[in-house]
């Protein structure tokens, strides 16, 4: 992998984790097309390396969100913090499970191009279904929502299926408002992100064959697009323009099912 292409994956990283429209998908996508599949150990390494930048930008992002949590987390009384914050351990719940049992069958699927357009697609039902919904508005998240937008979530590991589009179209389905959701959205992936690194670095599964222009490049790629990105999606959910996403998701797919029948 050269420096250009680790800047265009990271480019892509940086949008696609944040639009519904399926970073992992996208991804698989374009290592197809640019001929930069590694090696597992090395292929794991520049994937954290994009998360860690994606998980930065969203902290960046949401800074005054997340430090407020922070500040409420240590309080002796049971806060609307404390709250909020047992609502992201509960929505984790479900992918936590799927990681402990499921991740290497799922992880055989990250090289099917067919699973990639199926999944867009389905991504694509999902934004309509809660761009057409009849809204039922909710003052604020509850643990039930909680958990199943963590489904939801989990769901969304398959590549394809955005995990952004996934859990705002579900959070939104539910009755929840836009703004709400989309915040919920963002900060409820980086604890599993986060989890997952660690575990993979634990396990001795963190490869160092990258060389380091090409990583840096594309962390500094998608940290950067991944800012622009987090602060648009929260912006076009609050104006419901998911429609348009779901045309396109529906366009990829058809293209990656295309692509994959050549």
């Known amino acids: ?26 991804l698989q996508l374009a290592n197809e097309l640019l001929g930069t599949n590694l090696d597992p150990d ?3 390494t520049f994937s954290l390396t994009l998360h860690a930048a994606t998980v930065l930008s969203t902290i960046v992002i949401l800074w005054g969100e997340i430090w407020k949590l922070l500040k409420g987390l240590f309080s002796r009384t049971f806060t609307e913090e404390q709250s909020y914050i047992l609502k992201i351990v509960i929505s984790m719940i479900p992918v936590g ?10 992880e055989e699927t990250f090289s099917s191009i067919v699973v990639v357009g199926i999944m867009l697609l389905c991504t694509a039902l999902l934004l309509c279904f809660a761009y057409y919904a009849k809204p039922r508005i909710k003052e604020t998240i509850s643990y039930r929502d909680s958990f199943i937008i963590g489904l939801a979530q989990a769901v969304a590991v398959l590549p394809g299926l955005s995990r952004s ?5 579900t959070g939104l389905l ?3 408002k836009k703004d709400s959701v989309a ?8 604890p599993p992100i986060l989890g997952n690194a660690l575990l993979d670095i634990v396990k001795g599964e963190f490869g160092g064959g990258v060389d380091t222009i090409p990583l840096v490049a594309g962390f500094v790629a998608a940290f950067v ?10 912006d076009i959910v609050k104006r419901g323009k998911l429609i348009w996403f779901a045309l396109y998701c529906a366009l990829a797919g058809t293209v990656a099912l295309m692509v994959s029948f050549i």
């Open 97 to 106: 499970i799927v990681g402990l049992f499921f991740k290497d069958y799922i």
């Open 183 to 190: 915040q919920f959205s963002f900060l409820m992936v980086l």
């Open 1 to 26: 992998m050269d420096t250009l292409q680790a800047i265009i994956l990271g480019v892509i990283q940086g949008l696609t984790e944040f639009l519904p429209v399926s970073s992992s998908g996208h």
């Open 174 to 176: 539910l009755g929840n």
């Open 42 to 44: 090395n292929n794991l």
């Open 225 to 234: 697009t991944g800012c622009i990105a987090c602060k648009w999606m929260i």
């Open 165 to 169: 589009g996934s859990t705002i179209a």
